[in-house]
């Protein structure tokens, strides 16, 4: 019987700067795989629009490594029944991989696939993926880690891999998954060819206007980076857009590299706490909030009667994407003035996303939803920020066609038309608001300030601060012994604004 390794592929879909692929390779010959797994990708978080963006990588690994030898082998199913078939025609003395820092899925499965590998005595070897650390975690210090695996050497794609003789398997059909319609005609291509260009493209035409155009949600579509979702899917490492950014010595440059590092910084936290995914941050926010099937359909599909956040939410169901402002401001809608669960709202709106990270995704729908104690809490008003960043109404008047004709001082409140009692506007198909802005923006802030004042609050934000807060002073100038942190009750307290 033939003795081989694993190459387990996960979000990390490139043969460049892949440790784990270079690591397999030095005792013995390799089966390089994906696994399709059925259960993760019929989770309410997964959609058509992902799959499809994955389907595409697939293919371009799969051309990548037959290009030096093995192509991709791929199997639809669970981990350990594949892993299981694999041991009956061969030896497996070790499992290469990435650490995959994914939702709660994942860390079960992983766990459990530990288990058979160990029963097995097969080793399984994980490289860091991102700069995001398992085990014990020192907060104080994780920034100076971030930079120092950040500045590592990149790893050299290898030349050669031996044929392995295994059939290679084929992606399922479309319909395997038994996924809703969902045409997302405006995203983009998955596959590290795609995602290099958009890189090359980002660095040489739109770098010196990315802190220019970041909150715009028309403008930020090209003059972002739109990185993400190949970040996510791995198709380039962080690492190579790092090394692309110290090239240009700008202060866009810096603030790209800034968005690097908090990219990880949030991951990590659902490292640390993976029940984050559906658990507040904050006990005390446990399931003050109630699902309403109506008012969440009508937020998904972008008739809220606020034309900004419509035009947001329909953009992003065309496109996949959305800039981080607007994402902000659709969570922060659905959550203080629809008043909807983070978790339910949550799901839709990362079955939208085809840059989809769970541990990004979810920190950030709690710091928008007010249940992490530590954050600034912000209320944002859909109509400042229409106002602010699309102010003629161009953004809104693509997205939402039915009232494109109104004039610019009531493109962002056409219902304040209606005391004008004119005509040729009376007969708009563009609904009405769906709730009071300012009487749910009170009630809200009303909830969540009771809240803060029981007793005890403050204590656990302390603890969750030294669990998960973000670390502004070096750690120099910090205590050692972190009981000895005085956080006071205003380092912790809530802003929360009407009018962002």
């Given at each position: 019987m033939q003795e081989i390794n694993i190459l387990w592929f996960k979000k990390d879909l490139r043969i460049d700067d892949n440790e784990a692929l270079l690591e397999s390779l030095k005792d013995r010959d390799i089966i390089p795989i994906y696994i399709i797994e059925k259960e993760l990708w019929m989770q309410k978080t997964h959609s058509d629009r992902q799959w499809q963006f994955c389907k595409e990588s697939l293919l371009d690994l799969r051309n990548s490594l037959k290009n030096i030898g093995q192509p991709l082998i791929i199997r639809t199913g669970e981990v350990?029944?594949?892993?299981?078939?694999?041991?009956?025609?061969?030896?497996?003395?070790?499992?290469?991989?990435?650490?995959?820092?994914?939702?709660?899925?994942s860390y079960k499965r992983d766990q459990e696939v530990r288990k058979w590998a160990s029963s097995k005595e097969i080793i399984w070897k994980e490289y860091l993926q991102f700069s995001v650390f398992r085990g014990n975690l020192d907060r104080n210090y994780w920034s100076k880690k971030w930079q120092k695996n950040m500045?590592?050497?990149?790893?050299?794609?290898?030349?050669?891999?031996?044929?392995?003789?295994?059939?290679?398997?084929?992606?399922p059909p479309d319909d395997y998954f038994f996924f809703k319609k969902d045409l997302?005609?405006?995203?983009?291509?998955?596959?590290?060819?795609?995602?290099?260009?958009?890189?090359?493209?980002?660095?040489?035409?739109?770098?010196?206007?990315?802190?220019?155009?970041?909150?715009s949600p028309e403008k930020s579509f090209d003059s972002c980076s739109r990185l993400s979702p190949f970040i996510s899917w791995g198709c380039i490492s962080l690492k190579e857009i790092f090394y692309k950014a110290n090239l240009y010595q700008n202060n866009n440059s810096k603030m790209l590299k800034s968005r690097l590092t908090w990219h990880c910084h949030f991951i990590q936290k659902l490292e640390s706490e993976p029940e984050l995914e559906f658990k507040e941050f904050h006990p005390y926010f446990h399931k003050i909030r109630k699902k309403d099937n109506n008012l969440l359909q009508l937020w998904s599909e972008g008739k809220t009667g606020f034309p900004f956040l419509d035009a947001c939410m329909r953009s992003l169901n065309f496109n996949g994407w959305l800039n981080f402002r607007m994402r902000a401001m659709l969570m922060s809608f659905a959550s203080y003035n629809l008043w909807i669960p983070w978790q339910e709202s949550g799901k839709e709106l990362a079955s939208k996303f085809i840059d989809y990270e769970p541990g990004i995704h979810w920190n950030q729908c709690?710091?928008?939803?007010g249940t992490t104690s530590i954050n600034i809490n912000r209320i944002y008003n859909p109509i400042k920020q229409g106002k602010d960043h699309d102010p003629k109404g161009t953004?809104?008047?693509?997205?939402?066609?039915?009232?494109?004709?109104?004039?610019?001082?009531?493109?962002?409140?056409?219902?304040l038309m209606e005391r004008f009692n004119l005509s040729k506007y009376s007969n708009s198909k563009y609904t009405k608001p769906i709730i009071d802005i300012i009487q749910t923006t009170k009630i809200a802030r009303k909830k969540i300030q009771e809240i803060t004042q029981k007793e005890g609050y403050w204590d656990i934000s302390k603890e969750v601060y030294l669990r998960h807060g973000s670390r502004k002073k070096s750690p120099k100038n910090r205590p050692h012994n972190q009981k000895k942190i005085n956080l006071k009750e205003k380092e912790l307290q809530y802003e929360l604004t009407l009018d962002l």
């Open positions: 350990i029944e594949i892993f299981e078939e694999i041991s009956k025609k061969f030896y497996i003395k070790a499992i290469y991989s990435h650490q995959e820092t994914g939702d709660y899925f500045e590592k050497k990149l790893f050299i794609k290898p030349t050669k891999i031996n044929p392995v003789e295994i059939e290679k398997g084929e992606i997302c005609n405006g995203r983009l291509k998955g596959g590290r060819e795609n995602g290099l260009k958009r890189m090359e493209y980002f660095f040489s035409s739109k770098l010196n206007s990315y802190s220019k155009d970041i909150s709690q710091m928008q939803s953004f809104i008047r693509k997205w939402v066609p039915e009232i494109k004709d109104y004039p610019e001082n009531f493109i962002h409140e056409p219902w």
